[in-house]
């Protein structure tokens, strides 16, 4: 730290530099230094800068001190991610911290859904009409039943299955991949890469489905 003279003005203390050069003069104690609880020497014996003039070495050394700080100080104070990403809400660790499935999921009508005995020709307008390239397959009480998906529409294909005659539970995937709506939007994100699937169901703890979401919506939203 440089000693202060004047509002705006520094200068090395020449006692305090004394035996070192003109570019290498430190002064260890400023009017700063003087008024603080605690002062830190980060300085160094020689800069970078092949004339020794340019603060090289000198800036690193503060960077790496600051460094040390804010992290020990993270941790005296018990410091989360979650503490950071409430502080900084609009960066990319506060969406994928405090967004949750149930802020990006689909509901209402844009939620694609077809009964259990209804035609699977019937799951492909529902499809069609949702952009999501799945429709839930619920039960008479709304619970989840199964999904049907693109990859189900193939396998009925192969299988010569009647798409205007058979029930989705001919052709549905039973036991399909969920998420609450509680759960993190990341978690959801983690959940297809595991899964390698591009959209999840969302149910509450009753099974019954509330909502739905795929990649896409997780890219709108900054998840990803």
Not at 91 to 107: E, I, P, Q, T, Y
Not at 117 to 146: C, F, P, W
Not at 160 to 183: C, F, K, Q, W, Y
Request: net charge neutral; aromatic share 2%.
């Amino acid at each position: 730290m440089a000693g202060r003279n004047t509002p705006g003005t520094y200068r090395f203390d020449q006692r305090l530099g004394k035996g070192l050069p003109r570019g290498q003069r430190i002064q260890r104690i400023a009017t700063l230094a003087q008024e603080a609880d605690v002062h830190i020497d980060v300085s160094v014996s020689e800069e970078a800068c092949p004339l020794n003039l340019a603060p090289t070495a000198s800036t690193t050394a503060v960077l790496a001190m600051g460094d040390a700080l804010a992290t020990a100080l993270l941790e005296a104070r018990g410091f989360t991610s979650e503490d950071f990403a409430r502080a900084h809400p609009g960066g990319a660790l506060g969406r994928k911290l405090l967004l949750h499935v149930s802020d990006v999921m689909r509901r209402g009508d844009d939620l694609p859904r077809v009964p259990v005995d209804g035609t699977i020709e019937q799951g492909l307008v529902e499809m069609s009409r949702k952009g999501l390239g799945m429709t839930a397959v619920v039960d008479a009480a709304g619970g989840l039943a199964g999904v049907f998906t693109d990859g189900d529409l193939r396998r009925a294909l192969d299988r010569g299955i009647d798409l205007r005659g058979s029930t989705m539970h001919a052709a549905m995937t039973v036991n399909p991949r969920s998420i609450t709506p509680g759960e993190l939007a990341a978690e959801a994100v983690n959940r297809m890469q595991e899964h390698r699937i591009t959209a999840l169901l969302v149910v509450d703890t009753q099974g019954q489905l509330v909502g739905a979401l795929n990649i896409h919506d997780l890219l709108r939203a900054g998840v990803v």
